[in-house]
């Protein structure tokens, strides 16, 4: 069963900058497409970013040119760097994994393993 579990959430100030990071065990990263989703207060879950198992990756309009997804396969991880926030990237940051051999998409219904998310706050 594959665990995924995110870290580096916390509170900032507009303007500044935060990596999150999504750790993925019980199995090999390089077999999965992996998406960062987030959920404002009151707010259906969105779509960030998502990262096909060759690199490919693609990001919600919101955070183009601002965040940038990254993965190593070798340290089984995928990372968000995210910068110039907002305070409506505020919210609870969650990654998903797909089945084996899927494509990472926009849909959250594409992907079955799901961490418990960390807490984003953009606030002066």
């Known amino acids: 069963q594959l665990q995924v579990v995110e870290s580096g959430g916390g509170l900032v100030q507009p303007g500044g900058s935060l990596t999150l990071d999504c750790a993925i065990s019980g199995g090999s990263i390089s077999y999965y497409g992996i998406g960062w989703f987030r959920q404002a207060p009151g707010k259906a879950r969105e779509a960030v970013s998502w990262?096909?198992?060759?690199?490919?990756?693609e990001y919600a309009d919101s955070v183009k040119g601002r965040f940038t997804i990254s993965r190593n396969d070798g340290k089984n991880t995928v990372s968000l760097q995210m910068n110039s926030l907002k305070p409506e990237d505020t919210g609870v940051y969650s990654c998903?994994?797909?089945?084996?051999?899927?494509?990472?998409?926009?849909?959250?219904?594409?992907?079955?393993?799901w961490g418990q998310g960390t807490h984003v706050t953009v606030s002066s």
């Open positions: 990262i096909d198992r060759d690199g490919y990756a």
């Open positions: 998903a994994a797909t089945m084996v051999g899927r494509v990472a998409t926009p849909w959250d219904n594409q992907y079955k393993y």
